[in-house]
């Protein structure tokens, strides 16, 4: 299974799909593969879709659950299991990937499902987590203060993270875009960022790859991507560059408020799981990654929060997990 297989339909049949026909048909299918953010971004989303509540919590409530033996060989493990809780660093805005459901008080997403799975996988109950919310800039402090035993939160891997803390995964994989309100012409991808005022996040990878990209952009960063867009929306900046997948989360919610300006760009950026430092969770929560890539229910969540919101039927491959 090939990391560039996901890169690409997120690349391009994700923001087809999404931003020509968010809550359509699902017509965007294979023959979007080869078009480019440019091509679906002409087009505003006509509205925000909800998750499948049922879907998703059944789904969730099936999952598997680690053996005994398993657990009793990972001190990481063993220690969420005397705790009887697992403690995850995460997010409750994120629309695709964890967002709180306020009528319910469930968070629901992409990465709420993995870390309520773990807490099947370790604990027999997807109800057994405590969630701390982080931000870009938080996300290392709380593992290093050992707030959290996870962190779930579209967390890019780098080397200078694995410096202090480190990753299990990958699980899914992004690249950088252009975010620009929805009737700017003025800025067509990164390449028409000179001296335009461009908003990031600290902490993210979004400073370095602007340094490399778009040398001669103003930037500006901000503590989250609340204040990042708020930035936009007040017209404080021009544009707003970070990971791609978070930028669709914008558009989705807020229908033609937002586009994406020009192709995506920069490295693949792969997501992962963080963990304390040379903890021995990496080799527990990749088995755990290994087994629902194996039996189907990574395919199937990322069906119900991403695929059926955004109109795709076919789900990618998901990326190798590390050895």
Do not use: H
């Amino acid at each position: 299974m090939k990391k560039k297989v996901l890169s690409l339909l997120v690349v391009a049949t994700l923001t087809a799909a999404a931003l020509a026909g968010c809550g359509g048909s699902g017509s965007a299918g294979s023959s979007a593969a080869g078009s480019s953010a440019a091509a679906g971004s002409s087009a505003a989303a006509s509205a925000a879709v909800a998750i499948n509540k049922e879907a998703f919590d059944g789904l969730i409530a099936s999952g598997t659950t680690a053996s005994d033996a398993d657990i009793a060989a990972s001190k990481w493990a063993s220690a969420v299991k005397k705790a009887g809780v697992l403690k995850v660093g995460g997010t409750r805005t994120s629309f695709l990937f964890s967002q709180l459901d306020e009528t319910d008080n469930g968070i629901r997403g992409f990465d709420a499902g993995l870390y309520q799975l773990l807490a099947k996988y370790i604990l027999g109950d997807e109800k057994k987590y405590e969630i701390t919310q982080v931000d870009s800039s938080t996300r290392e402090s709380v593992l290093q203060a050992g707030q959290v035993d996870a962190v779930f939160a579209t967390y890019s891997i780098t080397p200078k993270r694995a410096e202090v803390i480190s990753f299990a995964g990958p699980y899914y994989t992004s690249r950088q875009a252009v975010l620009v309100k929805a009737n700017n012409t003025d800025i067509t991808g990164v390449d028409s960022l000179k001296g335009k005022k461009v908003a990031t996040q600290s902490g993210s990878t979004g400073p370095d790859i602007l340094k490399e990209y778009a040398k001669e952009a103003e930037v500006q960063e901000f503590a989250n991507d609340q204040e990042a867009r708020a930035a936009l929306e007040q017209g404080r900046v021009d544009a707003y560059v970070t990971d791609y997948t978070l930028l669709l989360n914008a558009i989705v919610k807020n229908p033609n408020t937002y586009k994406i300006a020009g192709d995506v760009f920069g490295p693949e950026d792969n997501y992962g799981i963080g963990l304390p430092k040379d903890s021995d969770g990496v080799k527990f929560v990749n088995n755990f990654l290994k087994e629902i890539v194996k039996n189907g229910t990574w395919e199937k969540l990322w069906k119900i929060s991403l695929g059926d919101r955004t109109g795709i039927d076919k789900a990618p491959a998901a990326p190798s997990v590390a050895e």
